[in-house]
């Protein structure tokens, strides 16, 4: 069934790079990010009374993050950019109808596999194939610039527009619940799962990085003097932080808990209340992650009491790596993270006792509003992880964490990284790049689709790397 609200076609997309430098390095496991390209898209629909609007969508191309291996960097990232401009064209020929979460899940479901099969089988450089992830953070930027051109045309805010009025399909067509659960979607839709009223400030969760010195005697000589702080307890008095996340190794032991520690005793000394451990997918054994917090727990038990929850100690390919995590969960909360790339794999992460979800709008706004219907109808606690956004990604990624109802706040950290690569957004909206009082401001966030106002923000775009018609 069709409502008059819909999209009825898509016009056009145009896809831009943009490279950002990073003034310090990220350790993602094994790897660590220096630099990063942001994929921005615009994607041009039409109704069914021919009215047209544009819409933007952005995310960083994290290569680390989304394509772990042995394969080159620069491969790696030139394979991703390829598959952008593959997606640019196939979106611009999709036939798709309806509202965005209906032409998202259908472009995912139909078209999206099959390229991903296609571009894998070509000859290239990369010695291995692109992960389902990579191709998912890619489709993102388009997905992203659906709803908010969705948004626009009917001029209004994107969190409006998901509720039975607008969304012709109830969430009984897109999700099945679990064997062992009393849940039905039949009749509900995405605005059953939101927060009525979204809060406009959230909690800040700073990121600790393995590379990070934590004191004055781990400094090099080599770190950036641009006026912003490079020591954790810098970050933490100028910012006003009460959550630190601390990136682990999780294939050294005696490492990852002495970094607990320390961290813990810089957290209690300056005010701070929370931590989370993230072992970023390096962890074999469930036995590795519980020693560590039994230790925690025995040894430094006003360290572990802080310690919320801890995200994604194993493999990320789920279904592959069938690991037992009830005896983590058992312990402390454990969400999934990089594993969680839809509703399906959150099935299975339920099953085998993972209790949350760490939402990303770099797996898609479609995706990430799917899971969050079902992580939350079957009891699972949410999170909103961040990519590292700069720029325009930054804001979908905070509007999220607003909307979903996390278990605290957000991680934000993009402003730790490259904080000069958001100066014109931050122009017009401060409070979502700068974090004050441990929190960031949304207020500023206004206006149909996604409220980037990008209209009043003084960036200029490079040529488009691809522009197509449908």
């Known amino acids: 069934m069709s409502q008059s609200t819909d999209i009825e076609r898509i016009v056009s997309t145009a896809l831009y790079f943009l490279p950002v430098r990073a003034r310090v390095p990220l350790k993602f496991g094994p790897e660590t990010m220096t630099s990063v390209t942001c994929a921005r898209a615009c994607v041009r629909v039409a109704d069914g009374r021919g009215r047209v609007a544009a819409g ?5 191309l994290s290569v680390q993050w989304v394509w772990p291996g042995q394969v080159p960097y620069e491969t790696r990232h ?48 990369a010695a291995e194939p692109m992960p389902w992830l990579a ?17 626009r045309l009917h001029q209004r805010p994107v969190y409006s527009l998901y509720g039975a009025e607008f969304v012709s399909r109830d969430l009984g067509e897109f999700l ?50 641009d006026g912003y702080p490079v020591l954790l307890v810098d970050w933490i008095r100028r910012d006003g932080l009460t959550c630190l996340k601390v990136k682990l190794r999780g294939n050294d032991a005696a490492w990852d808990y002495q970094r607990l520690v320390k961290v813990g005793a810089i957290a209690v000394a300056n005010g701070v209340e929370w931590l989370t451990a993230d ?7 469930p036995g590795y992650v519980n020693e560590i917090l039994d ?28 690991i037992d995590a009830h005896s983590v969960a058992a312990r402390k909360p454990l969400f999934l993270d990089e594993s969680a790339h839809d509703w399906h794999l959150v099935r299975l992460g339920r099953e085998l006792g993972w209790t949350g979800v760490a939402l990303k709008t770099c797996k898609t706004q479609t995706g990430a509003l799917l899971s969050c219907c079902w992580a939350k109808a079957h009891g699972m606690t949410l999170m909103v992880q961040d990519l590292s956004n700069p720029m325009l990604a930054q804001i979908p990624h905070a509007l999220l964490a607003a909307h979903v109802g996390t278990i605290m706040g957000i991680e934000t950290n993009g402003m730790q990284f490259y904080p000069a690569a958001s100066m014109p957004e931050a122009a017009i909206h401060p409070g979502l790049y700068r974090r004050r009082d441990g929190r960031i401001d949304l207020s500023t966030v206004t206006g149909p689709g996604f409220g980037y106002r990008e209209a009043e923000i003084h960036r200029e775009l490079p040529a488009p790397a691809a522009e197509f018609f449908s």
């Open 56 to 60: 933007w969508g952005e995310t960083p």
């Open 78 to 125: 030139e394979t991703l950019k390829r598959f952008c401009t593959v997606l640019a064209e196939a979106w611009a020929r999709f036939d798709g109808r309806g509202h965005p979460l209906e032409i998202g899940h259908d472009f995912q479901e139909q078209v999206l596999p099959g390229l991903v099969k296609d571009f894998n089988s070509r000859p290239g450089p």
């Open 176 to 225: 099945s619940a679990a064997g062992d659960a009393a849940v039905t979607f039949h009749g509900k839709h995405p605005a059953d799962f939101l927060v009525k009223q979204p809060p406009s400030r959230l909690r800040a969760w700073h990121l600790v990085g393995g590379l990070d010195p934590l004191g004055p005697e781990e400094l090099t000589g080599n770190e950036p003097d």
């Open 279 to 285: 072992f970023n997918c390096t962890v074999s054994e």
């Open 295 to 322: 230790r925690l727990r025995d040894e430094q038990p006003r360290f572990y009491g802080m310690l919320l929850y801890v995200e994604q100690p194993f493999p990320y390919d789920l279904e592959r790596h069938r």
């Open 135 to 151: 191709a998912l953070v890619c489709c993102s930027v388009f997905d992203l610039a659906l709803h908010d051109a969705f948004g």
